[in-house]
T-cell receptor, first 112, second 119 residues
């Protein structure tokens, strides 16, 4: 069974204080690992897709990396508007299943 | 680009009634659409996968007679919660994957969600 574990569950940072969020996964075969941002009462907003170990993607203050067992979302000099829940999800290769398996998310709060 | 809408955003109904939720891909054709359910402070749980013109595939434990899914076109999928009960109260979110048009064909783009409250 595919599993995704995110840590920490919650993280409070000062504005400008860089940190990393972790996503550990077990999957029979990885087709893709996805990062989304979710604001309260809204649907997830797509951030990145990573396909293979060693791959990195960047967007503004966010950088996602991938190894064979985990992914990190690095946040550099965050701003209050970066406050949200960050979700990690995996899509397994093979078989008929096409949906994503999500972690519970990391609730990030950036204090001014 | 890659915009997905849902309607309604919020619905309150009485126990025993049926509720229909619409999911539309606005600027791309979605060959596959997905329905998820999210409880407070929990992760999204996949309910079913639907491909245009074919029957939906339901995840284990999801009652297909209770959660009716129709994917009538490449831009529209509907979820009908039949004979809703208070335990069906949840946040329902659809996603769509293209296709042609905006967005990446390997990525699921999510709608804004529908908050269902059954009294």
């Amino acid at each position: 069974e595919d599993q995704v574990t995110q840590s920490p569950e919650a993280l409070r940072l000062q504005e400008g204080e860089s940190s990393s969020l972790n996503c550990s996964y077990t999957v029979s075969g990885l087709r893709g690992l996805f990062w989304y941002r979710q604001d309260p009462g809204k649907g997830p907003e797509f951030l990145f897709t990573l396909y293979s170990a060693g791959e990195e993607k960047e967007k503004e203050r966010l950088k996602a990396t991938l190894t064979k067992k985990e992914s990190f979302l690095h946040i550099t000099a965050p701003k209050p508007e970066d406050s949200a829940t960050y979700l990690c999800a995996v899509q397994a290769s093979g078989g008929g299943a096409d949906g994503l398996t999500f972690g519970k998310g990391t609730h990030l709060i950036i204090q001014p | 680009g890659a915009v997905v809408s849902q309607h309604p955003s919020r619905v309150i109904c009485k126990s025993g009634t049926s509720v229909k939720i619409e999911c539309r891909s606005l600027d791309f054709q979605a060959t596959t659409m997905f329905w998820y359910r999210q409880f407070p402070k929990k992760s999204l749980m996949l309910m079913a996968t639907s491909n245009e013109g074919s029957k939906a595939t339901y995840e284990q434990g999801v009652e297909k007679d209770k959660f009716l899914i129709n994917h009538a076109s490449l831009t529209l999928s509907t979820l009908t919660v039949t004979s809703a009960h208070p335990e069906d109260s949840s946040f329902y979110i659809c996603s769509a994957r293209g296709g042609t048009g905006q967005g990446r064909s390997d990525t699921q783009y999510f709608g804004p969600g529908t908050r269902l409250t059954v009294l």
